[in-house]
């Protein structure tokens, strides 16, 4: 039963990470590659504050993406002033440069040793030391991530970042201040990818700089791919088919020599298949 | 895409999980539970450290076939050396396959799902140099020797040749990183530590740069060489190029024959600390694997897997006290014995310092 819970736990991080990187990528065309930086952000922010100053787990949060807004701010306001491909390169950047940061400031983040013994929620005495209380806690932020995203894209503001995506030009015709929607979407998705990272500071007790690697970035664009752009519900269904697909094969009887190499290929197989027949994803509206 | 297809793509997950679920109920009722001891095994099967999977998973299965103990099953798990995949693979191991106890390869990874064994008592071999994994649950035995351990045995050789300024090149990795530390702590007032680069990724292979630094800039007495395969002959080989006559020491990596044949002549004289493998272990590995690499990780695999061979039931308790109770063990990397120093329990194995001449190990007293 841990184990399910365990999967679903993740899937419910991975959900929200996925839906506010696809409120930057997908509704707004921002190629960008660095939501990793910004879940590690939150994820150092609750390890540190948690184990050294012994603060609250839902206060960490807040300090965590206060960090990641004011982080994103800055490097989003750098990143406006390029485009597409460059855009992307530039993300890609600054990415590098937070995982240096991570690896490097060894008296803050212990560098690759990491920081271990980071405790669960609690509130008001409650606490979520259980694998199914935490479920429970996670289901509920995910569900406010989630109805917060519908509320953005579905808004006034929400079409402005769609016609962004279609024709920056036309809508700047239109007296649009194109900076201002670019930077607001990209700091509230750091922010949300912030209270993913606390979640998953405090779920697996103890990060290290690996975790919130390129590759990281990477894997979540490619769940919003797989999942859909610009569709909230193919983030999840993506975060879902990402998570459970490598557990399932891990049930596939291959001889123990090649399995893990095998379950590997497999992936990556499915994965070229998928974006062979569907393009735009599972329940995608735009492709890039 | 169209909800039919949606539907398609979810049935198809669903029957794979039927499958799934039906093979894992009707394996089950093969085994008599109470009479096998399951043994999981999470290693990083796949990405940068695979070769240390691969090394400790062949140690394990040299000992399973050596032995021939049918109680015994092993069940792989690949890490990837990541902590959410740890943890992911140690309930897995748990739920699914029910084994009675784990072994876990790597500092991160064990750091990772230790704080679940401190909360729910279950039986873990570390394959782990931080003392804080031990000190986190009685059911938790680490099955390395500490990164002090290994500090103090390269200390007490760099004093023996009155070598006191030492400059460092080495690969991050937390392996290393908690070598250097320990190193740093137990200088004394008179002896030096520079890490003179850093490398972040393992297929770094370019040391010139280095090199050039090594030998235009401070004067070390030795340099310690904490790289990882594949690297360290292209330090010695470039070292070689270009002129560098300081002398070097390394870690347990440099016991790997294909690297001491690409370096050539190079490595002559490098210095290294690790365990002796035995020589009957490095012929069985290398006649079964046609391999001789990470040999000291193999045999610690190896040993933990010979030890284990003696439980007599698996409940938790005798899994852990069987570990518990070594003493003066011989095992294939020397004499093995079970220490608990501040509520840290580990398998201590005696290093040694060995010597590369003529591209031959060699032991030195």
């Given at each position: 039963m841990d184990y399910l819970i365990h999967i679903i736990i993740l899937i419910g991080i991975y959900s929200i990470l996925a839906i506010s990187l696809n409120l930057v990528v997908g509704f707004t065309g921002l190629l960008s590659i660095t939501q990793a930086a910004f879940f590690g952000?939150?994820?150092?922010?609750?390890?540190?504050?948690?184990?050294?100053?012994?603060?609250?787990?839902?206060?960490?949060?807040?300090?965590?993406?206060?960090?990641?807004?004011v982080v994103s701010f800055a490097i989003g306001y750098v990143l406006s002033k390029f485009n597409d491909d460059y855009f992307a390169l530039g993300s890609f950047g600054f990415n590098i440069i937070v995982f240096s940061i991570f690896f490097n400031w060894q008296s803050l983040t212990k560098g690759p040793l990491g920081i271990a013994g980071i405790p669960k929620p609690v509130l008001f005495g409650l606490d979520f030391n259980s694998n199914l209380y935490f479920l429970a806690l996670v289901a509920v932020f995910t569900l406010i991530v989630y109805l917060l995203s519908e509320f953005i894209t579905r808004s006034s503001f929400g079409r402005v970042l769609k016609a962004i995506r279609e024709d920056e030009k036309a809508i700047q015709v239109f007296g649009y201040n194109i900076l201002y929607y670019k930077l607001t979407?990209?700091?509230?998705?750091?922010?949300?990818?912030?209270?993913?990272?606390?979640?998953?500071?405090?779920y697996i007790t103890y990060v290290d700089p690996s975790s919130f690697s390129l590759s990281e970035s990477i894997f979540i664009l490619v769940i919003i791919i797989l999942g859909g752009l610009a569709n909230n519900r193919g983030a999840i269904l993506g975060t879902i088919c990402l998570i459970v697909l490598p557990e399932m094969l891990r049930f596939v009887g291959f001889p123990s020599e090649i399995a893990a190499q095998m379950r590997l290929m497999i992936y990556g197989l499915i994965m070229v298949l998928l974006m062979l027949y569907r393009p735009k994803g599972l329940l995608g509206e735009y492709r890039l | 895409m169209n909800k039919k297809n949606v539907w398609i793509l979810i049935g198809i997950i669903v029957?794979?999980?039927?499958?799934?679920?039906?093979?894992?109920?009707?394996?089950?009722?093969?085994?008599?539970?109470?009479?096998?001891?399951?043994?999981g095994v999470i290693l990083p099967l796949t990405g940068p450290l695979a070769q240390y999977g691969e090394a400790v998973k062949n140690g394990i299965v040299l000992a399973e076939e050596k032995l021939n103990n049918k109680k015994i099953n092993y069940v792989f798990e690949d890490s990837a050396y990541d902590s959410a995949k740890t943890i992911t693979a140690f309930n897995k191991l748990k739920d699914f396959d029910k084994v009675d106890v784990i072994f876990n390869w790597g500092d991160p990874t064990s750091q990772a799902i230790a704080p679940l064994i401190k909360n729910n008592p279950f039986p873990l071999v570390a394959f782990s140099t931080i003392p804080a994994v031990g000190q986190m649950s009685p059911y938790i035995v680490r099955a390395f020797d500490s990164s002090k351990d290994f500090a103090d045995a390269t200390w007490s050789y760099l004093r023996s040749k009155n070598l006191k300024n030492i400059g460092i090149i080495k690969t991050e990795n937390p392996y290393f990183n908690g070598i250097v530390d320990e190193l740093t702590k137990s200088k004394k007032v008179d002896e030096q530590i520079t890490v003179v680069d850093n490398y972040l990724s393992p297929s770094d292979k370019d040391f010139k740069t280095s090199i050039?630094?090594?030998?235009?800039?401070?004067?070390?007495?030795?340099?310690?060489?904490?790289?990882?395969?594949?690297?360290?002959?292209?330090?010695?080989?470039?070292?070689?190029?270009?002129?560098?006559?300081?002398?070097?020491?390394?870690?347990?990596?440099?016991?790997?024959?294909?690297?001491?044949?690409?370096?050539?002549?190079?490595?002559?004289?490098?210095?290294y600390v690790n365990y002796d493998v035995s020589d009957n272990f490095k012929t069985d590995y290398k006649n079964r694997f046609n391999s001789d690499s990470l040999l000291a990780f193999a045999g610690l695999a190896y040993d933990t897997v010979e030890m284990l061979n003696?439980?007599?039931?698996?409940?938790?308790?005798s899994i852990i006290n069987t570990f518990k109770m070594v003493k003066n063990y011989p095992g294939v990397i020397g004499e093995r014995n079970f220490v608990e120093i501040s509520g840290d329990q580990y398998l201590f194995a005696p290093y040694h310092v060995k010597v590369i001449e003529n591209g031959v190990i060699k032991l030195i007293k």
């Open positions: 952000i939150g994820a150092y922010a609750t390890a540190i504050l948690l184990t050294s100053f012994g603060i609250n787990f839902f206060l960490s949060i807040i300090i965590g993406m206060i960090i990641a807004g979407i990209f700091v509230i998705g750091a922010m949300m990818a912030s209270v993913a990272g606390s979640f998953f500071a405090s | 029957v794979i999980g039927i499958i799934v679920w039906g093979s894992l109920n009707s394996k089950k009722k093969e085994i008599p539970s109470n009479q096998i001891i399951k043994v050039v630094k090594i030998n235009s800039g401070k004067e070390y007495d030795t340099i310690g060489v904490f790289l990882l395969s594949g690297q360290i002959n292209q330090f010695y080989k470039q070292a070689s190029v270009l002129g560098m006559k300081i002398p070097t020491f390394g870690t347990d990596q440099f016991e790997n024959q294909n690297e001491i044949n690409a370096a050539g002549d190079a490595m002559n004289g490098a210095v003696n439980v007599k039931n698996n409940d938790k308790d």
